[in-house]
């Protein structure tokens, strides 16, 4: 096993085989692809943020005295299409998917090097045409598009909009393909499936999502575009159509898209806790097949969003039920993670920090998807703040709390280089309690009646409002101080070594960064997933060296 | 009270339907504090007890949780997150049910939505915009639609609301126990202003309701304003009703609303206010049977206001032998000024005799 020596740094990796743009935009390494996107995704991150920003400023009073009615429409909208469809959900499959599948499963890139790059070219083509509506004036219409709103009433670019959501899913789709393909011919010689990490397993899952939703979303917004264009009648009344029908389509891709978001960042957290336990994950099969459950459950729940939408309260007792059901393998994960650390090794480094702080978010987030499936009390609850308070718990308390717990866990491996501790601990901390303070007096808000996507509203309620944005300039700053220590440690950093925290994937026995080829010789693997009993820890910290 | 104190953690519960509301949500935050305390004792305990302390050798790697014991563990703990869940899944349901179905003796009031206000008519003639006057202690149904995109009838302190589409009726309903003032919001997203579709109810004694409707409008209930309107698109020259006799060319209106009508194409359908709005609108769409595509449409012609009180005139109309039904159970009842004429005998409709008034109409 490759120790950390100041000599590495000398080695051939990825990132020092080539020079220059074009080596970078023309590339066709899994790696590289990866960094391109992580540059792309935290722009955009950085943009939803900015909108972010600006709602919870102009929410900490109840009149509309930052922004006008208008302005304010088009803020939450992009916010919400540009963390969904540009941040969410890319950020783990296409940066640390893409990064790690193929050094996980021991291959040497994806199955297809061409297309993945071509998916990222599609990626930035939607992107363009967001950042164009933004600029020249941006849309009303929320991120779910809801119709005839959308079709006929709003003044927005919606059409450019749902373009810029219509190729991004080409993009998703290119992924998800080039993933299973992977998964399925590319696996090291004895790397059975049962053998797989968890966040291969999960992004399998994820994959799966990828190609059978996505083409949905496609279809949905191409006759959204026709009928605004067109005037061809498919959800308006005025035209024949029928406007509930968009909500069915819309929701048939968007709750798998959920699942898209957090499935990752599951895999991300089975991989964390496993390493800082140095325990294998407690029930990894049932880890494993709890993801395939959830994207296949996942497809069955769309019309919980409808309850009170004219749906046939029939057709919603079986969507009632199925959201039920589909919460149970998320319950089990939960379990075995933490069965995981019972009698482990736990090490609370930054990864496992935010791997915890995911656990405790993510649970609140599902226990509170049960209030929403619960068909009675969802008529008071929907389109209210508990659910915007109920989809960020799983969307930033898991989503991208698992997202910030795998860039932290594998950013040695990106890039050689280690972060400093204590400021990543201090930014964990603050992003868990900033989180808190933002989005858990929206659940009392959202019961109180404050119905969602509201400028101004009534002065009772601007208590936790008060908290939501002092809740979410703490938040901000966890958020911000990551993105100054990753960039001081490019140049600044501890050289890593192959291993720093003694995990025991794949990944973890080639340099870091790794070769461009991956890995030297072609991994043969011998023993089951997270052997930690037979791995040697080679730590740069104060460990010993040690066998289990 | 909407004057309420700055801060509170539950809304004012004002309608029948929100103790039951509370109740399940009391249920589940108690299973959610349970779990969520559960599973952050769990952690925090279980990396201090077991936290690895720098120099001191890895622990030796506990059971395999394929074990006997893993395996029960595993049941455990789907078994028990699953029963809890369908505790709450038949609770949910069983609620859902008493608000998705208005009462049959409900007093029925009429909402219209558009951008960006709700406009509302009482059976006896009264209209308002964006407030809603109701008598304490009876149960009130709403009849809703839009004039342009989607919007959500919302009254936080009822624990209830319903989408109020284009195109379409719903229905809402609920039963107000204090009197008091109450928000009323559009919980749909619908625009510019759409925190601005925003209203009141006010819940009243049945003394004082009585005395508002008693200072209406003075343009009559409803059922005559829908009459003035059915006359002044010429619809009775062609439909024949106890006020018109007819030659029957189209179908006779008594008695026809809430029964079922055969169709051209054997079919079928049910005479509720979006059959009726749709022949209206649409005529050609579902054909009586026996009948010619005669008839031509009145789209744009009829608001979605108009709309609601022709439908509330076809409904006022009583069985083919004549008896016009004010078909309110308000107790105050404007009274109805309409001539009655016999009925010319209609042979060939098909229509039972005597259709039931207030019977519940469409769904969520």
């Given amino acids: ?548 | 009270m909407m004057e309420a104190k700055s801060f509170q953690l539950f809304p004012e519960a004002a309608s029948t339907i929100a103790g039951s509301v509370d109740g399940l949500y009391a249920f589940l935050i108690l299973v959610s504090a349970f779990f969520s305390l559960l599973i952050a004792f769990l952690v925090v305990f279980f990396a201090y007890k077991y936290r690895h302390r720098p120099g001191v050798a890895f622990r030796p790697i506990p059971v395999d949780d394929h074990s006997a014991g893993g395996m029960l563990l595993e049941i455990v703990w789907t078994g028990i997150p699953l029963g809890l869940s369908m505790i709450m899944f038949v609770w949910g349901v069983s609620i859902y049910f008493t608000e998705a179905r208005p009462p049959a003796n409900s007093m029925e009031v009429y909402v219209t939505g558009k951008q960006w206000m709700w406009k509302i008519q009482h059976m006896e003639g009264a209209r308002e915009i964006n407030e809603l006057h109701i008598p304490v202690g009876r149960n009130v149904k709403l009849t809703m639609t839009s004039e342009d995109v989607i919007h959500d009838f919302f009254i936080p302190a009822f624990r209830t609301k319903a989408d109020v589409l284009p195109g379409k009726y719903t229905t809402e309903w609920f039963q107000a126990t204090k009197v008091g003032q109450y928000h009323i919001f559009c919980a749909e997203y619908c625009g510019t202003k759409h925190s601005g579709m925003i209203g009141t109810v006010y819940v009243m004694s049945q003394a004082d309701y009585n005395a508002w409707l008693g200072s209406g409008s003075g343009e009559g209930s409803m059922a005559e304003q829908g009459q003035a309107l059915f006359n002044q698109l010429g619809c009775g020259n062609c439909h024949a009703s106890i006020v018109n006799n007819q030659n029957g060319r189209c179908p006779n209106l008594n008695g026809v609303f809430g029964s079922r009508v055969d169709l051209k194409d054997g079919s079928s359908v049910k005479a509720d206010e979006a059959y009726i709005r749709e022949s209206v609108l649409y005529p050609q769409a579902r054909i009586v049977a026996g009948y010619d595509d005669y008839m031509p449409t009145f789209k744009g012609l009829i608001t979605e206001d108009g709309m609601l009180k022709l439908i509330e005139y076809v409904k006022s109309l009583g069985a083919k032998n004549g008896v016009i039904n004010s078909a309110t159970s308000a107790p105050v009842q404007t009274s109805t000024s309409t001539p009655q004429q016999k009925a010319k005998p209609q042979g060939r409709m098909g229509v039972p005799a005597a259709a039931p008034l207030g019977a519940p109409a469409g769904n969520r």
């Avoid at chain 1, 929410?59 to 540009?82: C, E, Q, R």
């Avoid at chain 1, 499936?373 to 008529?379: I, P, Y």
């Avoid at chain 1, 989180?435 to 009534?458: A, D, E, K, S």
Wanted: hydrophobic fraction near 50%; proline fraction near 6%.
């Fill in chain 1, 1 to 548: 096993m490759i120790t950390a020596t100041a000599t590495e740094k000398e080695t051939k990796n990825y990132i020092n085989a080539e020079h220059g743009l074009k080596s970078w935009l023309l590339t066709q390494d899994h790696k590289r692809i990866a960094i391109l996107y992580l540059i792309a995704v935290t722009v955009f991150f950085a943009v939803g943020g900015l909108m972010a920003v600006l709602i919870r400023m102009e929410l900490a009073t109840p009149a509309g005295d930052l922004l006008d009615s208008n302005t304010y429409n088009k803020v939450f909208t992009m916010h919400g299409v540009i963390m969904i469809f540009f941040f969410l959900i890319p950020s783990i499959p296409a940066i640390l998917g893409n990064f790690l599948l193929p050094l996980m499963v021991g291959a040497k890139d994806l199955a297809f090097p061409r297309i993945n790059l071509l998916s990222w070219y599609v990626y930035m083509l939607g992107g363009m045409f967001g950042v164009f509506v933004l600029i020249t004036g941006g849309v009303d219409t929320g991120w779910t598009f809801y119709t005839p709103f959308s079709s006929t009433y709003s003044n927005g670019y919606v059409v450019l909009t749902a373009m810029a959501a219509f190729i991004n899913g080409f993009s998703s789709i290119l992924t998800g393909l080039n993933f299973i393909v992977t998964v399925h011919r590319m696996r090291a010689p004895g790397l059975t499936w049962f053998r797989l990490p968890l966040f291969v397993w999960a992004h399998y899952a994820t994959s799966v999502i990828m190609i059978l939703g996505t083409p949905v979303i496609a279809v949905t917004l191409f006759l959204l575009m026709l009928e605004r264009g067109l005037h061809i009648g498919f959800f308006d009344p005025a035209y024949g159509g029928d406007p509930v029908l968009f909500q069915h389509l819309f929701w048939f891709y968007s709750h798998p898209a959920v699942y898209i978001m957090i499935l990752p960042s599951m895999g991300v957290v089975s991989e964390v806790i496993s390493t800082f336990c140095s325990k294998k994950p407690f029930g990894y099969t049932f880890i494993a097949f709890s993801s395939v459950a959830i994207a296949v459950f996942g497809f069955l729940v769309w019309g919980h969003h409808l309850f009170v939408s004219s749906q046939s309260a029939y057709a919603g007792m079986v969507f009632s039920i199925l959201s039920y059901i589909v919460a149970i393998p998320s319950a089990i994960k939960v379990f075995n993670w933490a069965a995981t650390m019972y009698k482990g090794n736990v090490r609370l480094e930054t990864p496992m920090l935010y791997a915890l702080g995911f656990i405790g978010l993510f649970t609140i987030g599902g226990l509170t998807g049960l209030f929403l499936a619960a068909m009675g009390l969802d008529v008071h609850l929907t389109d209210t703040y508990f659910v915007v308070a109920h989809f960020h718990y799983v969307m930033v308390g898991g989503a991208v709390m698992g997202y910030l717990a795998g860039i932290h866990f594998w950013w040695p491996k990106m890039f050689g280089r280690m972060y400093p501790q204590a400021w990543s601990k201090i930014a964990a901390g603050l992003t868990f309690v900033g989180f808190n303070l933002t989005f858990f007096p929206q659940f009392i808000l959202g019961y109180l009646g404050m119905p969602r996507r509201y400028h101004v509203y009534p002065p009772e309620f601007q208590v936790f409002n008060v908290l939501s944005s002092a809740g979410a300039s703490i938040l901000g700053l966890g958020f911000l101080i990551p993105g100054i220590y990753f960039i001081w440690s490019l140049k600044y950093g501890e050289p890593a070594g192959p291993n720093p925290w003694g995990a025991t994937g794949l990944e973890w026995q080639t340099a870091s960064p790794p070769p461009t080829e991956n890995f030297e010789i072609t991994p043969v693997v011998t023993t089951e997933a997270y052997d930690y009993p037979n791995l040697v820890h080679s730590t740069i910290a104060q460990e010993v060296k040690h066998v289990g």
